[in-house]
């Protein structure tokens, strides 16, 4: 179970802080609008993401039987991973266009989060195969990973809209820029972990 847990708090906080659509509008909006606009806009993920979490679930539950078609995922989910890793580790900052337009902070949040192919790619790719796994600990293992998955992430865009609102150079200063390196590293091992699972399942290893 804290394995699970562990997985779901480093895969949250790299969301979370990782640049993207989602982070540019939160920031936008933070310094248009406010803090309260940057929160509406960090807790979108939660009004979006359960239909592709279901989704994800019931597809990936009917091919549990065919493991060469889980190892195909597995390891997709492994470059997806790895290509987030590499994304963080060569991060240099953010950097914000303002636009000046209307307060309408959560239904932007709710557009952009689903129109972005993130969370397609992750719930599918990771996310899905990583709770069938905890599943076949324990429905709290499950649980722990989903939750601490999405404690984190809206946690940590809301952290980044209050820093925001108060210090407009922290997104492309040293802190962040090594925070950000270092969950890159972090989620490369994490890829290497879903390559040996995807490799185990195509009976390569």
């Given amino acids: 179970m804290l394995s699970f847990l562990t997985a779901g708090t480093i895969l949250g906080l790299s969301a979370g802080f990782a640049p993207g659509p989602l982070l540019a509008l939160i920031v936008s909006e933070t310094l248009e609008h406010g803090i309260k606009a940057g929160f509406k806009v960090a807790v979108a993920p939660l009004l979006t993401d359960l239909p592709i979490i279901a989704a994800s679930l019931f597809i990936l539950v009917k091919l549990s039987r065919f493991q060469p078609i ?6 997709l989910g492994g470059f997806f991973v790895l290509f987030l890793g ?7 900052g ?13 239904q932007k949040g709710i557009l952009v989060n ?3 192919p993130h969370p397609y790619l992750f719930w599918f790719s990771v996310g899905g195969p990583t709770t069938i796994k905890a599943l076949e600990v324990s429905m709290a293992a499950a649980i722990a990973f989903v939750l601490s998955f999405y404690i984190l992430l809206v946690g940590s865009k809301v952290v980044l809209a209050v820093i925001a609102g108060k210090s407009r150079s922290f997104l492309q ?12 590293c972090i989620l490369i091992l994490l890829a290497a972990f879903l390559f040996r699972d995807g490799l185990r399942l195509l009976g390569i290893l």
């Fill in 70 to 75: 889980l190892g195909l995922v597995s390891l």
């Fill in 86 to 92: 590499i994304k963080n580790i060569r991060i240099t």
């Fill in 94 to 106: 953010v950097r914000i266009k303002l636009t000046r337009s209307a307060p309408r902070s959560l």
């Fill in 114 to 116: 689903a129109l972005s």
């Fill in 173 to 184: 200063g040293d802190r962040y820029i090594f925070t950000m390196r270092l969950l890159g």
